[in-house]
């Protein structure tokens, strides 16, 4: 398998679409801006409480898929925050996962 973002996931094929179809929508919606921090990405959305219900589900979904990673989701009144790291080379796999340079 020569995508790393797939050889990371344990999800089945459909699973893992209906999921990047999930992100892609919170991210289309209310992305702010991503970078990249230390092991990872920071995703930062607006507070919408639409937006961060969307973000509380899916964190709590990668976290029981993708337990490799830390998940963390901050909200407050100015912003959600979500902070995705790994060990090792699988930082640069969640980095791939978000498009995040």
């Given at each position: 398998?020569?995508?790393p973002v797939a050889a990371a996931c344990n999800l089945s094929e459909a699973d893992?679409?209906?999921r990047g179809r999930d992100w892609r929508a919170v991210i289309d919606e209310a992305l702010?801006?991503?970078?990249?921090?230390?092991?990872?990405?920071?995703l930062t959305f607006r507070p919408?409480?639409?937006?961060v219900d969307d973000l509380v589900e899916l964190v709590h979904a990668e976290r029981a898929?993708?337990?490799?990673?830390?998940?963390?989701?901050?909200?407050?009144?100015?912003a959600a925050v979500v902070d995705v790291t790994a060990e090792g080379e699988r930082a640069q796999t969640v980095r791939s996962l978000f498009g995040v340079g």
């Open positions: 398998m020569d995508d893992l679409r209906r702010v801006e991503k970078h990249p921090v230390p092991g990872g990405a920071r919408r409480r639409s937006v898929c993708c337990g490799w990673a830390s998940w963390t989701l901050t909200s407050t009144a100015d």
